[in-house]
């Protein structure tokens, strides 16, 4: 009986790492999309990465919180309930068609995202034999990389219609004409970002209606010290823990992380409109697809990879390919860039799970507060696109995907500072 319940369980929080993973790789669609319908620049249209990301950024601890006192179920339904009322929130922000409205509910729907990932991960390693633990979160796992996936092709297909404007076009129509032709573009979310909060809500309504075994934390009570304490000795010990060097390296490298990834796959459809020649639906439906489903293999192939090759020596080399891919990116216009993208998808695929485990290693009984700190890194995402974006509108494009060298030369860095690193416990990935 204990065994079936556990599956169900399984099932239904497994389901959780599809949710997030889908609606965090709409972003490449969303933003070519939302800049297009609400005509912004490439710097405004970033802020959907800055909305998603900081919201990453601000949620883990108070979801913590909120999960020492109701629970990991407690904490799923809330996170649930958020993600569903921002994907609701899109209806409304697309028949006003207002930006600020479009951030606001992708903001609540990745506070959502972030109290579902904060509980899921640790919620699939307890649920069950501790020695199969690293084989269920790698399931779960496998479908968030599903999500990363379809997700840009459903956005393609639902989202996207192919039709831009140039500004000669805009000009020659009438206000009217304009308006009518922005409107239709912004309403074309209303309708998945609907069916999404209703699948949504229908896995809340089951999660609810299920006896979920609780799981308490083996050192639950160190957690709880930790959390209940008053901000001022919190921040206390945030302070010491950034005095070690191994783990202030880390959260940068991961800073770096996140943002390279955010910026390198969320102006892939731009750039492959302006600098390769392609249309918005071809770069949707077949290349952004092809990039996300490299990054999926190359987790598979990286994770098989480490059990004959140091992870370390593995992230060294993966982050050396990344700063090549993208130099002949840049020297080479055409299609070789975007395939040159897509290499560059797949060796980022490793990244976010080996620089979260150097970065935590040997802080023992503080591991949880870094972990939230490395994590917190993720802040660059928020960050990173802006900046590409800034350059993409005062110089061009190509050149603002110059900006990820820097990040990935830094994880480089960082690799080979940890070369005498033999052995690594890699943990589940972003």
């Excluded at 389901?15 to 609606?23: D, E, M, N, T, V």
């Excluded at 796992?141 to 000669?168: H, R």
Aim: hydrophobic share 55%.
């Amino acid at each position: 009986m204990a065994k079936n319940k556990n599956l169900v369980a399984l099932i239904l929080v497994t389901s959780l790492f599809f949710i997030w993973g889908f609606a965090l790789n709409l972003n490449p669609v969303l933003i070519p999309h939302l800049k297009k319908a609400c005509q912004l620049t490439d710097f405004q249209s970033s802020w959907v990465d800055s909305a998603s990301y900081f919201a990453y950024f601000l949620l883990p601890i108070p979801a913590a919180r909120f999960m020492q006192r109701y629970g990991y179920k407690g904490g799923i339904l809330l996170g649930l309930v958020l993600f569903a009322t921002g994907a609701f929130l899109f209806f409304p922000a697309a028949a006003v068609r207002n930006y600020a409205f479009f951030l606001v509910a992708l903001f609540v729907v990745f506070s959502g995202a972030a109290f579902l990932e904060t509980a899921a991960n640790p919620y699939i390693t307890r649920l069950g034999d501790p020695e199969t633990a690293e084989q269920r979160i790698n399931f779960s796992q496998s479908f968030n990389g599903l999500a990363a996936t379809l997700g840009p092709w459903v956005g393609g297909v639902f989202i996207l219609s192919g039709k831009t404007l140039t500004p000669e076009q805009e000009k020659a129509m009438s206000p009217g004409q304009l308006n009518s032709y922005l409107n239709n573009e912004a309403s074309s979310v209303q309708i998945p970002y609907v069916i999404i909060g209703l699948v949504v809500l229908l896995v809340a309504f089951l999660i609810w209606r299920t006896s979920l075994p609780e799981i308490e934390d083996t050192d639950g009570q160190l957690q709880n010290n930790v959390i209940s304490e008053q901000p001022a000795s919190l921040l206390h010990q945030i302070v010491e823990l950034l005095r070690i060097k191994q783990l202030r390296k880390g959260i940068i490298a991961q800073f770096f992380y996140v943002g390279a990834q955010a910026g390198v796959l969320g102006f892939f459809i731009r750039y492959g409109e302006r600098i390769a020649g392609m249309s918005e639906i071809t770069v949707s439906h077949y290349y952004l697809p092809g990039a996300t489903a490299c990054f999926l293999v190359g987790r598979f192939a990286g994770t098989a990879l480490m059990r004959f090759i140091n992870p370390v020596k593995l992230l060294l080399f993966y982050c050396a390919m990344n700063v090549l891919l993208l130099i002949v990116a840049y020297l080479v216009a055409g299609p070789v860039s975007v395939f040159a993208f897509m290499g560059v998808a797949f060796f980022m695929s490793i990244m976010f799970p080996t620089v979260f485990s150097l970065s935590i290693r040997g802080l023992g009984a503080r591991t949880k507060l870094g972990s939230s700190l490395v994590i917190m890194g993720i802040v660059g995402g928020a960050t990173i696109p802006p900046i590409m974006a800034l350059v993409s509108d005062h110089i061009n494009i190509r050149v603002a995907y110059l900006i990820p060298i820097i990040c990935f030369a830094y994880i480089l860095y960082f690799a080979y500072g940890n070369l005498k690193v033999k052995k690594l416990e890699v943990v589940a990935g972003h």
